[in-house]
């Protein structure tokens, strides 16, 4: 059974960088899937921030494509978010998934981000 | 970016119910359309992909139907465990979309 698990700066200075990582268990991070970023604004609902694949090659949400990057760590097992010059809108519950055919399949159980100075 | 509305936005049932919960999208998106559960302080949950397609585990209660621009989950007979808020989701294009949610409440 496919496991993941966030983990990462839960409270984030307006203008800093968001930085979370995803720790992959029980499979294998090299199979032929999208590793997933998603997230959700307290009360509110879901977001697409964007997906890795094994090649490296990443897909970005428009909404946050000049802030984000999404990485990858075959040899740990585990892939990251950054997300820079946050702001209060970007306060939210961030949850790592892994997803085929753009269909979000294992969530991770997810992490919340304050963004407060 | 496609644009994904759910309606309604919350309904009340009780147990035993036959509940019907509407997606659609701002363009043909065929059949990409998946359907999610989430409970309070839980990650949403996949029940149904590619618009009718029941996801490994998830009761036959649970149906989706549809193709274009609307959708269709329903629940044939509620039961206690599914009071959740449900989602849909677009797999046509990316940005991948949610619906806003509909709250199945008691």
């Known amino acids: 059974q496919l496991q993941l698990q966030e983990s990462g700066s839960g409270l984030v200075k307006p203008s800093q960088t968001l930085s979370l990582t995803c720790a992959v268990s029980?499979?294998?991070?090299?199979?032929?899937?999208?590793w997933s970023w998603v997230r959700q604004p307290p009360g509110k609902g879901l977001e697409w921030i964007g997906y890795?694949?094994?090649?490296?090659?990443?897909y970005y949400n428009p909404s946050l494509r000049s802030r984000v990057t999404i990485s990858m760590d075959r040899s740990k097992n585990q892939f990251s978010l950054g997300l820079r010059s946050v702001t209060a809108a970007d306060a939210a519950v961030y949850y790592c998934?892994?997803?085929?055919?753009?269909?979000?399949?294992?969530w991770g159980q997810g992490t919340l981000v304050t963004v407060s100075s | 970016d496609i644009q994904m509305t759910q309606s309604p936005s919350s309904l009340s049932a009780s147990v035993g119910d036959r509940v019907t919960i509407t997606c659609r999208a701002s363009?043909?998106?065929?059949?990409?359309l998946n359907w999610y559960q989430q409970k309070p302080q839980k990650p949403p949950k996949l029940l149904i992909f590619?618009?009718?397609t029941l996801q490994s585990g998830v009761p036959s209660r649970f149906s989706g139907s549809g193709s274009g621009t609307d959708f269709t989950l329903t629940i044939s007979s509620l039961q206690p465990e599914d009071f959740a808020t449900y989602y849909c989701?677009?797999?046509?294009?990316?940005?991948?979309?949610f619906g806003p949610g509909t709250k199945v409440e008691i």
């Open positions: 998934v892994r997803s085929e055919k753009d269909n979000f399949y294992d």
């Open positions: 029980g499979g294998s991070i090299s199979g032929d899937y999208s």
């Open positions: 890795i694949f094994l090649s490296g090659n990443t």
């Open positions: 363009q043909d998106i065929i059949k990409y």
């Open positions: 590619a618009a009718s």
């Open positions: 989701q677009q797999s046509y294009t990316t940005p991948l979309t």
